[in-house]
Each structure stands twice: as structure tokens, then as C-alpha cells.
């Protein structure tokens, strides 16, 4: 039977329907929105987000030798690269769909179909709009209220539900709900600082005396008359004279302050943890160096993308390719522009895998986006001369 019904009140928590978030030790309610006042959490979502929607995907099919050969007239091709729908880019599809995901655990997607049966478009669904529940035949259905107030209902095939972190393997639990208390924390470190520089008192210089000025009018004299020959960038520098005794003593910054800013350091690493990234990506440099900023890079796809990537192509292969040739055609990222090495790099890795058979001068230009030659296509015999060679010593 299916489970919803038209006027069942909707199964929203109260972080849905107050907005306020979930309330963390450190005083501050935590939610997706106001995660991304914390400039650390707003760069980890972008950076997966924006490297995944920027990576082509395509669809390929295996021939009985194993071999995969991509198939550019499949409807998922022209749905994920070019046209999702009459309103977005693949882009912007990508980037709705994933920003989701990270900041709430869960992303959705209704499948538009014609009446062949065939998806002809993607639409968006914002997280907080879909309720979903397991069916008597375990099967999942999708209550989805729109702008209008209009609720429908979803088989389980007319959704693409990308979740992350799922206790249950229906619902999936967002890295800022998990991890609330460390984004709570880092959201009063914020609002601390804001505060302090609001109504704080932090001069940067006191003048001491001690004698008493006769004029109360001369110690705002000597104030302005300090400030306008001494302060300032193009007055560094200037021998300072002080009348009646005056002591110039420079405030440094205090414990204290010391502390709070050497937690909010602690607190970016936090946020990188969370997200499986290194500081590098989260604009961390204070230990950055050319070659731990490489293996960033690679750790990047190998352990943040990776799992990300998988976790995609088999949520869009479920649902737009004919289950009856799922075991034959499969979506995948092309990933390989994530690792582009410098021209230097590339020309030599281009040499050897030209001598040794791998690539034809072709493959290598048609990587560069160059012109196909003639006589491009053939592949080197140098390889089998080596092996030869070898093998008679």
C-alpha cells in the first residue's frame, strides 16, 4: 500500500521547520546555511563541487573482448555535459545537485521521461522538499512538495538520490550534521572576534605621563597632533619627540588573543578533516610547499573524488540506463585533466608511451587538442624490438 497520505502532516524536524539548526554546546545553532558563514566550510564545498560538475562524464558500452568504447548518441550524454533541462546547464545541475549532498546528506534529482519510456530531462529538488520512505516491497517512494504547495508522489525509478553517510542506506547524513559541534564552535570563534573588533577597546599605542595636564583641552592637543605626524604608512620611520614627559609604550596582542587565534587555525584543519581534504585545498598555506602542494592534488582525487566519483556513476547509471543493458553500459567521470601535469611533464610522458606502443602521435595531439596528421594513427614497433633484443641476450 502506498504509505503517503494527502493531508499527512509532514515528517520535517525541527531544524527544517525553524530554520534555527541544531543547537551545539558551544551556544550556536548549527544548519547548512549558516555552515557556510565559516569561510572553511564554504571552500571544501566548493572545491569537491566545483571539481566534480567541471569533470566530463560519458557513457560507454563493453564489447565481448572487455574493451569500452564511448556511446556519444546515449540520452545520459547529452542529460549530464550539455542540457539537463530548458533552465540549467549541466554545470549549474552539478553543482545544485552536489552542494546538496555535502551540506545536507542528501541530494535529488525527478527524472523527466516520454513516453517511451526514455529521460528526457533532470529537474532539482531541494532536500528539505522530499520526504522518503521504504515501501512494504522494499521498494522507496518519494513525497515531493513543490513552490506551489502541490505535493506528488515518486517511484523510486523517477528519482536520482545521491546520499552520503547513510546509517540506515535510505537517508543520508550531511559532514556539518555529524561534525556540528566543531562547526559550532568555529561559528563562536567567529562571532568573537566580530564582537571584540565591534566594541572592543584595541588601541595600538598608549602615551604615558606622569603629571597632570592643567589644560584639559591638551591632551586631545597632543593626541591629534601624534596622529597627524606620526601615524600612517608614509610616516614610518619619523623620529618621534614627546613634550611634558610623555612615554610612548606599543600595545602588543595578549594571550588571549594569541589563543583565539591559534584555535581558528585548529578549526581549519577540524573542517578539513570533515571533509577528507588537506588544508592545502582550504587555502591553508602556512605549510605549503611545491611539492606537498602537488601531493595534494593527487590525494585529492585518489581519497576525497574518488569515493564522490563512484558514488555518482552508479546513482546516474541506476537510473538512466535501460536496466536491461546495465551490465553493459555504464556511466563514468573522465578524471584525467584533474592530474594535468605541466607541458614539460606531459611531452615526456607523451615520448614514452608513443616509443613503447601505448599512445600514437594522434592520441597524444587529439590530448593536446590538436589536429589529427597523416600518418598519425600507427603505433610504434619500438617495444617489440626492445623485448626481442632482450630476450636473444
Given at each position: 500500500?502506498?504509505?503517503?497520505?494527502?493531508?499527512?502532516?509532514?515528517?520535517?524536524?525541527?531544524d527544517?521547520l525553524?530554520?534555527t539548526?541544531?543547537?551545539t554546546s558551544?551556544?550556536q545553532?548549527?544548519?547548512a546555511?549558516?555552515a557556510q558563514s565559516?569561510?572553511?566550510?564554504?571552500?571544501?564545498v566548493?572545491?569537491?563541487s566545483?571539481a566534480?560538475a567541471?569533470?566530463?562524464i560519458h557513457?560507454?558500452?563493453?564489447?565481448?573482448?572487455g574493451?569500452?568504447?564511448?556511446?556519444i548518441?546515449?540520452?545520459a550524454?547529452?542529460?549530464?555535459?550539455?542540457?539537463?533541462?530548458?533552465?540549467?546547464?549541466?554545470?549549474?545541475f552539478k553543482?545544485a545537485?552536489?552542494?546538496?549532498?555535502l551540506?545536507r546528506?542528501?541530494?535529488f534529482?525527478?527524472?523527466?521521461?516520454?513516453?517511451?519510456?526514455i529521460?528526457?530531462?533532470l529537474?532539482?529538488?531541494?532536500p528539505d522538499?522530499?520526504?522518503?520512505?521504504?515501501?512494504?516491497n522494499?521498494?522507496?517512494?518519494?513525497?515531493?512538495?513543490?513552490?506551489?504547495?502541490?505535493?506528488?508522489t515518486?517511484h523510486?525509478?523517477?528519482?536520482?538520490?545521491?546520499?552520503?553517510?547513510s546509517?540506515?542506506?535510505i537517508?543520508?547524513?550531511?559532514?556539518?550534521q555529524?561534525?556540528?559541534?566543531t562547526?559550532?564552535?568555529?561559528i563562536a570563534?567567529?562571532?568573537?572576534?566580530?564582537?571584540?573588533?565591534e566594541?572592543?577597546?584595541m588601541?595600538?599605542?598608549?602615551?604615558?605621563?606622569?603629571?597632570?595636564?592643567k589644560?584639559?583641552?591638551?591632551?586631545?592637543r597632543i593626541r591629534?597632533?601624534?596622529?597627524?605626524k606620526y601615524?600612517?604608512?608614509?610616516?614610518?620611520?619619523e623620529?618621534?619627540?614627546?613634550?611634558?614627559?610623555?612615554?610612548?609604550?606599543?600595545?602588543?596582542?595578549?594571550n588571549?588573543?594569541?589563543?583565539w587565534?591559534?584555535?581558528r587555525?585548529?578549526?581549519?584543519?577540524?573542517?578539513?578533516r570533515?571533509?577528507?581534504?588537506?588544508?592545502l585545498?582550504?587555502?591553508?598555506?602556512?605549510?605549503?610547499?611545491?611539492?606537498?602542494?602537488?601531493?595534494?592534488q593527487?590525494?585529492?582525487?585518489s581519497q576525497?573524488?574518488?569515493?564522490?566519483?563512484?558514488?555518482?556513476?552508479?546513482a546516474f547509471s541506476?537510473r538512466l540506463?535501460?536496466?536491461?543493458?546495465?551490465?553493459i553500459?555504464?556511466i563514468?567521470?573522465?578524471?584525467?585533466?584533474?592530474?594535468r601535469?605541466?607541458?614539460?611533464?606531459r611531452?615526456?610522458a607523451?615520448?614514452?608511451?608513443?616509443?613503447?606502443?601505448i599512445m600514437?602521435?594522434?592520441?597524444a595531439?587529439?590530448a593536446?587538442?590538436?589536429p589529427?596528421?597523416?600518418?598519425g594513427?600507427?603505433?610504434?614497433?619500438?617495444?617489440?624490438?626492445?623485448v626481442?633484443?632482450?630476450?636473444?641476450?
Amino acid at each position: 500500500m502506498w504509505p503517503f497520505k494527502k493531508k499527512e502532516e509532514r515528517n520535517k524536524t525541527l531544524d527544517q521547520l525553524l530554520a534555527t539548526g541544531t543547537l551545539t554546546s558551544s551556544g550556536q545553532h548549527v544548519n547548512a546555511e549558516n555552515a557556510q558563514s565559516l569561510p572553511a566550510v564554504l571552500c571544501a564545498v566548493s572545491t569537491i563541487s566545483e571539481a566534480i560538475a567541471s569533470l566530463p562524464i560519458h557513457v560507454y558500452q563493453r564489447d565481448q573482448n572487455g574493451d569500452k568504447q564511448r556511446d556519444i548518441n546515449h540520452h545520459a550524454e547529452l542529460l549530464l555535459n550539455t542540457c539537463p533541462n530548458v533552465y540549467q546547464t549541466a554545470y549549474d545541475f552539478k553543482i545544485a545537485l552536489l552542494r546538496a549532498v555535502l551540506l545536507r546528506g542528501n541530494g535529488f534529482a525527478q527524472i523527466e521521461y516520454n513516453r517511451s519510456g526514455i529521460p528526457t530531462a533532470l529537474h532539482w529538488l531541494h532536500p528539505d522538499s522530499v520526504i522518503v520512505k521504504k515501501l512494504a516491497n522494499n521498494r522507496l517512494g518519494y513525497q515531493v512538495t513543490f513552490d506551489a504547495g502541490k505535493i506528488t508522489t515518486f517511484h523510486q525509478e523517477e528519482i536520482i538520490h545521491i546520499k552520503y553517510m547513510s546509517d540506515d542506506g535510505i537517508m543520508g547524513k550531511s559532514p556539518i550534521q555529524i561534525a556540528r559541534e566543531t562547526i559550532g564552535l568555529g561559528i563562536a570563534q567567529q562571532l568573537h572576534g566580530a564582537r571584540l573588533f565591534e566594541k572592543g577597546a584595541m588601541p595600538s599605542g598608549v602615551l604615558e605621563t606622569e603629571a597632570a595636564f592643567k589644560d584639559p583641552k591638551a591632551a586631545d592637543r597632543i593626541r591629534q597632533e601624534f596622529k597627524e605626524k606620526y601615524q600612517g604608512v608614509d610616516k614610518s620611520g619619523e623620529v618621534v619627540f614627546l613634550e611634558q614627559g610623555l612615554k610612548y609604550k606599543p600595545l602588543s596582542i595578549t594571550n588571549s588573543d594569541a589563543q583565539w587565534l591559534e584555535s581558528r587555525a585548529f578549526t581549519i584543519a577540524d573542517i578539513a578533516r570533515m571533509f577528507k581534504l588537506s588544508p592545502l585545498l582550504l587555502q591553508d598555506l602556512s605549510h605549503g610547499t611545491y611539492s606537498n602542494f602537488s601531493e595534494a592534488q593527487r590525494s585529492f582525487l585518489s581519497q576525497t573524488l574518488r569515493p564522490w566519483l563512484t558514488n555518482l556513476q552508479q546513482a546516474f547509471s541506476s537510473r538512466l540506463v535501460a536496466i536491461n543493458t546495465q551490465g553493459i553500459t555504464f556511466i563514468e567521470f573522465e578524471t584525467k585533466d584533474l592530474l594535468r601535469a605541466s607541458t614539460e611533464e606531459r611531452f615526456a610522458a607523451y615520448d614514452v608511451a608513443i616509443r613503447n606502443g601505448i599512445m600514437s602521435p594522434n592520441d597524444a595531439r587529439k590530448a593536446e587538442n590538436m589536429p589529427v596528421r597523416i600518418g598519425g594513427d600507427e603505433y610504434s614497433q619500438a617495444w617489440l624490438n626492445q623485448v626481442s633484443k632482450s630476450s636473444n641476450n
